[in-house]
């Protein structure tokens, strides 16, 4: 894993997975230095995913709000993780919502400074 971290009026962190996997937390601003973008995760929406621990007739999804700010344009977008759209496409660059952890478990209720999101970034 890659951290930075730069002084700048909010805070800014890159992190890494793997060449274009990013781990985006809730709130969070990251830049991306290879595609010149800055992504942030806004809001978890609709988290209707069933439960660990629990029997579910349906899976369900999660919906994530994000806003990719680049040469000072936003674009707010929604992705989902078991509906479409999964993925979408700014100026040349795809974004595909990967996952959306923690996982809902229905024992425990998590803060939402602990969601974050998972997004494959490639160039099309």
Avoid at 60 to 86: D, Y
Avoid at 94 to 115: A, C, E, I, R, S
């Amino acid at each position: 894993m890659l951290f930075q971290n730069c002084s700048t009026q909010n805070m800014i962190e890159m992190k890494v997975l793997s060449n274009d996997t990013m781990v985006v937390y809730l709130k969070q601003q990251i830049r991306n230095e290879k595609y010149n973008f800055v992504i942030q995760l806004d809001s978890i929406m609709n988290d209707s995913r069933c439960p660990i621990g629990a029997t579910c007739f349906w899976a369900g999804f999660v919906q994530a709000k994000f806003t990719i700010s680049e040469r000072r344009i936003s674009h707010p977008f929604v992705l989902n993780t078991l509906i479409h759209p999964n993925d979408t496409t700014i100026n040349g660059i795809n974004y595909k919502l990967l996952n959306v952890l923690p996982f809902p478990d229905y024992t425990l209720n998590p803060n939402q400074g602990d969601y974050r999101a998972i997004v494959a970034v490639s160039k099309k």
